[in-house]
């Protein structure tokens, strides 16, 4: 179990709290391993409020023969966060801990399912989901779908070198969640809304390429979001058709979207990247488009932290300023 921690400074009252003082640690602690969430809990809704829920998982990296190492990585991205500045004093801040993945996926991302849905619909702010392999995808997708109407349209937005789109054989694995993510829309007969930023045409298959294509992904290659003058007018070039067609946003940060140099504890490091600043202004342009277009952005995540290989904690910086400013983003500031 985590333990929150971190500096104090008390000569500055109210207005010098830093995330460790702002948690909610008795959530926390009540709710231990969040593998028996209820989701008929019948307590009041809290408004407003940020929550984290960790998928302590390294299963799928393993099937798809990446390094292993990231179950380890919601707590290091917990400890990258707890030094930084609270800037919402009336934003509450319940961490809801940690699903843990042992021997079977399926299972695993089915109970985190159940913590996404059970943070969606006891706290109405923004919940965060901390990885963990990029199978978290999968069980924030499920835990998404679980809290809308049927028809509802749910759009993803993965910043990633990877498209993630492998057809499932033996097992589903951190390479294949957009996959099973459009073979339940295809199942459900709703439309695909999946849009890859930053992917590598040297880390994916012609095959994948050519998947992409069939399945109306919609991407930009590293190399395209690496012309400052132009990155912004892509994307939002690239995204607004999409944004205007849904009805609920999720978006994805795999930390080897950036190069290895920024983010070297991952599980596939990559030689090139996509720029923080980039994603971080893209984070601000989603959440400042809700009123736009008429979608909600209630869920993020950040996968693939892999802290056996991080330098200087490098990478947990990197996810927690990343985390921190989708929350300032999504403006939950009252």
Not at 107 to 125: F, N, P, R, W
Not at 196 to 224: H, P
Not at 279 to 303: E, K, M, P
Request: glycine fraction near 6%.
């Amino acid at each position: 179990m985590f333990k929150w921690q971190g500096r104090i400074d008390n000569e500055d009252g109210l207005e010098g709290l830093r995330w460790h003082q702002k948690v909610d640690e008795h959530a926390y602690k009540e709710s231990g391993n969040l593998t028996s969430v209820n989701n008929s809990d019948k307590r009041a809704t809290i408004d407003n409020t940020v929550t984290l829920v960790g998928f302590e998982s390294d299963l799928g990296v393993a099937f798809n023969k990446g390094r292993t190492g990231a179950a380890a990585g919601p707590n290091a991205i917990r400890q990258a966060l707890s030094n930084l500045p609270w800037h919402w004093p009336n934003t509450p801040f319940t961490d809801l801990g940690n699903v843990t993945a042992v021997d079977n996926l399926a299972q695993a991302q089915t109970q985190y399912a159940d913590a996404i849905s059970y943070a969606l619909k006891q706290h109405t702010g923004f919940t965060i989901g901390l990885g963990g392999g990029h199978e978290i995808a999968w069980g924030s997708y499920q835990g998404l779908f679980n809290t809308k109407p049927e028809n509802a349209r749910i759009g993803i937005i993965n910043f990633d070198a990877h498209f993630d789109l492998r057809k499932p054989v033996l097992n589903t694995s951190s390479g294949t969640p957009f996959r099973q993510v459009y073979d339940h829309c295809q199942l459900h007969n709703t439309p695909f809304y999946y849009a890859c930023l930053g992917v590598s045409k040297a880390a994916n298959t012609a095959a994948l390429f050519n998947f992409a294509n069939v399945s109306n992904t919609r991407y930009l290659t590293d190399m395209a979001l690496n012309d400052e003058s132009l990155c912004m007018q892509r994307i939002d070039e690239l995204l607004s058709p999409m944004l205007k067609d849904i009805d609920a946003l999720y978006v994805t940060v795999c930390l080897d979207a950036f190069s290895a140099a920024q983010a070297p504890g991952v599980s596939a490091p990559s030689a090139l990247g996509i720029s923080p600043t980039l994603v971080i202004n893209t984070l601000h342009f989603l959440a400042q488009h809700q009123s736009t277009y008429g979608y909600q952005w209630r869920l993020c995540d950040v996968a693939e932290m892999n802290p056996y290989y991080d330098i200087d904690s490098r990478t947990a910086k990197l996810a927690a300023r990343l985390i921190f400013e989708a929350v300032d983003a999504v403006s939950l500031r009252n």
